[in-house]
């Protein structure tokens, strides 16, 4: 018994031992604060998901020998809640509080962005595609069927991360609501009804975030002129995409009771590429002015993206415009960020972390660039005989009109739309709505 005794007690101090001393984070007038002092946000989007996990902690030391301080993440719900009410935190790259517990080990801090909806070129924009299952449901909507599903995400990510909250020791320092809700309300229209329903929104969305137990501080994130839709009183407002440090600011000012801090959310030091286009470049240069002039001009910032990484599986999203309907994004992330797909630091890291040297918290030193993992050679793969796939189809569905994908209880693949038509003819087959053939 005296032993067992002996071991409980060794447990216990040794987790006393390791336990983060909790700082306290503030959002100042002017910059944010760290123990009283002001603290410039030097961040880095990267995440966890597009990521193999082992090389979650090469990735995160990367980040830091550019000269950063933070990593931002998405939490991606429909990577996680696979179905209604089962939640997966642990498997393949799902262990998130993982990821967290990795960055604040090597002297990170996290900027959580737990949406629902995120966008960031993911599936649905991260929305689990059962709920388009629930009849009369209506996503990003004050809806009752989504908004208690909402609520229940937010409950589970939280019981995965509650503790590496700021208050009790972790890392995380922001917590973000929802993900540029101003460019989707813009498409709506702007009229006082639907300026009333988009703040009830947003405002709901942190209400849920704080009854899940988050505590912030929060902050929402919308392109500069877009700021008017989706900023909510009393959370600081950021501005993604804007280069210009006095426009940053006077939009901040003008949604946060003329007060900073000031910090633009997404610099953008590449671009994401869709199919059939070339692949997305940015130049050094324009990226390290900006980022000086940012900086210089008293704005903090987080670089979206810092490493891309991949759109596994069936992840990639699209997007959509006038000309074309759908422009899906290809598998590769590599959104010619600072840190390659394949993590290599590109000619763009190496002159990111020259200029980041001199904008150190403190004056602290810069880390040092770790070693890069050497490519693995892939044996020569031999390819077993073709199977006719028309022949060995599972039994088929019948309807008789054409049903989506959801309907058939599938989120992700391809289904097989067959016909007998009734006589011989010529014409064009249409299916309204159909986004990929």
């Not at 007038?29 to 996990?53: C, D, Q, T, W």
């Not at 998405?74 to 393949?92: A, C, I, M, Q, R």
């Not at 839709?229 to 901040?252: F, W």
Request: proline letters at 6%; charged letters at 20%; a neutral charge.
């Amino acid at each position: 018994m005296r032993k067992l005794n002996l071991l409980i007690f060794i447990i216990f101090f040794l987790q006393i031992a390791n336990a983060q001393e909790p700082i306290q984070f503030e959002l100042g007038r002017e910059h944010f604060m760290v123990n009283g002092k002001s603290f410039k946000i030097l961040s880095g989007e990267m995440h966890y998901a597009r990521i193999p996990k082992p090389y979650w902690r090469q990735r995160i030391k990367m980040a830091k020998a550019m000269g950063l301080n933070t990593i931002s993440t998405y939490v991606f719900w429909n990577y996680h809640e696979l179905s209604p009410g089962v939640f997966d935190f642990k498997s393949e790259n799902r262990n998130l509080a993982e990821f967290i517990t990795i960055a604040q080990e090597e002297g990170m801090f996290v900027i959580l962005r737990p949406g629902p909806y995120v966008c960031a070129e993911w599936d649905l924009g991260g929305l689990p595609w059962w709920l388009l299952n629930i009849p009369g449901m209506e996503l990003r909507s004050l809806n009752p069927d989504y908004q208690s599903k909402v609520l229940a995400y937010f409950k589970a990510l939280h019981k995965e991360v509650h503790y590496l909250q700021w208050q009790y020791g972790g890392p995380i320092i922001l917590t973000q609501v929802e993900n540029e809700y101003g460019s989707f309300a813009a498409q709506i229209g702007a009229t006082a009804r639907v300026d009333s329903l988009h703040q009830n929104l947003m405002g709901n969305t942190a209400d849920q975030l704080r009854a899940a137990g988050f505590e912030g501080p929060f902050f929402t994130a919308d392109g500069n002129s877009l700021t008017q839709y989706g900023a909510i009183p009393g959370i600081l407002p950021c501005v993604n995409g804007e280069g210009n440090p006095q426009a940053a600011m006077d939009t901040i000012k003008k949604y946060n009771y003329g007060k900073g801090p000031f910090f633009v959310a997404e610099l953008y030091p590449g671009w994401l590429t869709h199919w059939s286009e070339k692949e997305a470049h940015v130049s050094t240069e324009s990226v390290v002015n900006e980022t000086k002039i940012l900086l210089d001009g008293g704005v903090d910032i987080n670089f979206y993206m810092f490493h891309g990484g991949t759109n596994f599986g069936w992840m990639s999203g699209a997007n959509y415009n006038h000309e074309m309907a759908i422009q899906p994004d290809i598998t590769s992330y590599d959104y010619d960020a600072p840190l390659t797909e394949s993590g290599d630091p590109s000619p763009k890291y190496l002159a990111i972390r020259e200029l980041l040297k001199s904008y150190q918290n403190d004056n602290q030193a810069i880390a040092e660039i770790p070693i890069i993992p050497k490519a693995i050679r892939i044996p020569l793969i031999q390819l077993s005989p073709p199977v006719a796939l028309l022949n060995n189809l599972p039994q088929g569905i019948p309807s008789e009109h054409p049903r989506t994908m959801e309907s058939l209880g599938q989120g992700y693949g391809w289904i097989l739309y067959r016909s007998n038509l009734k006589r011989a003819g010529k014409g064009w087959l249409k299916v309204k709505g159909l986004r990929d053939y």
